[in-house]
């Protein structure tokens, strides 16, 4: 079996009192529009700790992973791209990140997120799927090989939402 090179990019989605926490972006083709802490995977990251950097990166935020909310496949110029959402639980407040990549980071509830203008429609319903209460969580992480290298399990839990 052959690999493919993608284009692989995170976000996180995070829920705290039925607030979610979004990023207004300050630059790029999406200055000026609200999404989920987000940005690419670097060449031998694992896409979670590429999300939990991003979280921090953008908010100032530490924080764990407790499951996948979506994933989102495309083809970008013939590239496959895949976006990784995941739920995390902050560990630490958000601090104010000196970064030209946002703008500002702000708590909202699920009345004000019509009136955002948006990265995406994906980001939008990620948001209001978010505050819904829906999570996949993480069921296991086993050895994939004799080497230790780590894999995880996401699956539907009905009582992951008592994770956050």
């Known amino acids: 079996m052959g690999s493919t090179v993608c284009d692989l990019g ?27 802490p987000k940005g690419s995977v670097d060449v031998g990251e694992p896409p979670e700790t590429a999300v939990l950097r991003e979280l921090l990166e953008e908010t100032g935020a530490g924080g764990h992973i407790i499951g996948l909310a979506a994933v989102r496949s495309t083809l970008n110029k013939d590239m496959p791209a895949v976006f990784l ?24 509830a699920l009345s004000e997120l019509n009136s955002l203008d948006w ?38 839990n009905k009582h992951s939402e008592n994770l956050v």
């Open 10 to 36: 995170v976000a996180a989605r995070v829920v705290l009192d039925s607030k979610i926490l979004l990023v207004k972006e300050a630059r790029g083709s999406y200055q000026g529009k609200w999404s989920l």
């Open 119 to 156: 990265a995406s429609d994906t980001m939008h319903n990620l948001a209001i799927e978010a505050l819904g209460g829906s999570r996949m969580s993480i069921t296991s992480s086993k050895p994939l090989s004799k080497s230790g290298k780590q894999y995880y399990v996401y699956s539907v």
């Open 85 to 108: 959402c995941y739920d995390v639980h902050v560990n630490t407040q958000i601090n104010v990140v000196d970064t030209d990549e946002i703008s500002e980071s702000r708590w909202l």
